[in-house]
T-cell receptor, first 115, second 115 residues
Framework: AQKITQTQPGMFVQEKEAVTLDCTYDTSDPSYGLFWYKQPSSGEMIFLIYQGSYDQQNATEGRYSLNFQKARKSANLVISASQLGDSAMYFCAMREESLSNQFYFGTGTSLTVIP | NAGVTQTPKFQVLKTGQSMTLQCAQDMNHEYMSWYRQDPGMGLRLIHYSVGAGITDQGEVPNGYNVSRSTTEDFPLRLLSAAPSQTSVYFC??????????????FGPGTRLLVL
């Protein structure tokens, strides 16, 4: 079974609008971390935001927030007030604390911001 | 602080040739890993290490070898290159793998073409 599923291969959003990128995960480890990374066309991987499985509140970092629904095993990334520079690939990832020493990545969502 | 460095940036190989992709980090991270990124596949884990002298296989280890003689370096060896190994390779590192909240820091990537 896939550990991380991103079902949106491509998304479009109008500049200044908000957009939600979906991510669901699968784990039996009670302690885990969820991450989002951005990969612009230049190719580097940029860490955006983190959510811990025991965190009570949704994580926020500037215009990025993580809509964490533990019972549904989803960790959607919300980008508010989209900018042209947000056009990139976005990857959801998970790290299990005790079951394995690995990061698991989804297949990514390509976001295009339309002026 | 250079972070995670990778060399070379680009490489063209002929089928059957061998080569080593270099990765180094100066953040004293215990955990290091190698991924390959192919279109539509996201990042797939090749090998990882939780400390000097300790390595383990990831999702797609065949055709690759690793060793970890120091904390700083984690080279990836292609034993006999095949066209199927044409990909972008990322090295990443993080603090202790036992802490789920630790994000990974990525190198800039190596683009490999096998003819």
């Amino acid at each position: 079974a896939q550990k991380i599923t991103q079902t949106q291969p491509g998304m479009f959003v109008q500049e200044k609008e908000a957009v939600t990128l979906d991510c669901t995960y699968d784990t039996s480890d009670p302690s885990y971390g969820l991450f989002w990374y951005k990969q612009p066309s230049s190719g580097e991987m940029i860490f955006l935001i983190y959510q811990g499985s025991y965190d009570q509140q949704n994580a926020t970092e500037g215009r990025y927030s993580l809509n964490f629904q533990k019972a549904r095993k989803s960790a959607n990334l919300v980008i508010s007030a989209s900018q042209l520079g947000d056009s990139a690939m976005y990857f959801c990832a998970m790290r299990e604390e005790s079951l394995s020493n690995q990061f698991y990545f989804g297949t990514g969502t390509s976001l295009t911001v339309i002026p | 602080n250079a972070g995670v460095t990778q060399t070379p940036k680009f490489q063209v190989l002929k089928t059957g040739q061998s080569m080593t992709l270099q990765c180094a980090q100066d953040m004293n991270h215990e955990y290091m890993s190698w991924y390959r990124q192919d279109p539509g596949m996201g990042l797939r884990l090749i090998h990882y290490s939780v400390g000097a002298g300790i390595t383990d296989q990831g999702e797609v280890p065949n055709g690759y070898n690793v060793s970890r003689s120091t904390t700083e370096d984690f080279p990836l060896r292609l034993l006999s290159a095949a066209p199927s190994q044409t990909s972008v390779y990322f090295c990443a590192s993080s603090f202790s793998s036992g802490r789920a909240r630790e994000t990974q820091y990525f190198g800039p990537g190596t683009r490999l073409l096998v003819l």
